[in-house]
T-cell receptor, first 110, second 119 residues
């Protein structure tokens, strides 16, 4: 079973920041938080990952709570091309399998 | 870096025939590869895990004789759907893993998927 829970869907106005929450209350100390997104009929696209510190790259920021039981993915200026299903996943960053939950379907509104 | 090529992107086959899907890591060696299946409006479901040179480990409920996985090298894994039936029609996705410190994707890189339609 997936170790994460996410809201099934969210809306965000174009140009605004999209904040996608994820709960992972049973995360282990050596597990990372990964975020992927899937645009219709494509494979998952890597966005960002982190262990305990906040992370930022050219696509997004990842905020992980101090107790590591939840995190938020931030897309700073959402565009229509960000419409996708976003998956939050935990994994050990070794060759262990990763299990997908149901993800959040993000709708960007023009 | 960290590109996974999956081929074909879509295939239509007749009931009873077999179909092979290839997954290649183009610029890195993958110690482990994973195969997923995705039905419409559903999430990815893990089918099996394969390591180079050894037998694949299948998830509960996945028929190993129907979904043959070969991991012949550190850059190639294949999934063969044998005696395909219409209910096998789905979106199949592979993922290749390399240790995170050498990967810009945190270790796991996904292919673009294969749309299989069995008629």
């Amino acid at each position: 079973d997936a170790k994460t829970t996410q809201p099934p869907s969210m809306d965000c106005a174009e140009g605004r920041a999209a904040n996608l929450p994820c709960n992972h209350s049973t995360i282990s100390g050596n597990e990372y938080v990964y975020w992927y997104r899937q645009i219709h009929s494509q494979g998952p696209q890597y966005i960002i990952h982190g262990l305990k510190n906040n992370e930022t790259n050219e696509m997004a920021s990842l905020i992980i709570t101090e107790d590591r039981k939840s995190s938020t993915l931030i897309l700073p200026h959402a565009t229509l091309r960000d419409t996708a299903v976003y998956y939050c996943i935990v994994g050990t960053n070794r060759d262990d399998k990763i299990i997908f939950g149901k993800g959040t379907r993000l709708h960007i509104l023009p | 870096g960290a590109v996974v090529s999956q081929h074909p992107s879509r295939v239509i086959c007749k009931s009873g025939t077999s179909v092979k899907i290839e997954c290649r890591s183009l610029d890195f060696q993958a110690t482990t590869m994973f195969w997923y299946r995705q039905f419409p409006k559903q999430s990815l479901m893990l089918m099996a895990t394969s390591n180079e040179g050894s037998k694949a480990t299948y998830e509960q409920g996945v028929e190993k004789d129907k979904f043959l996985i070969n991991h012949a090298s550190l850059t190639l894994s294949t999934l063969t759907v044998t005696s395909a039936h219409p209910e096998d029609s789905s979106f199949y996705i592979c993922s290749a893993f390399t240790p995170g410190q050498r990967s810009p994707t945190g270790g796991y890189t996904f292919g673009s998927g294969t749309r299989l339609t069995v008629v």
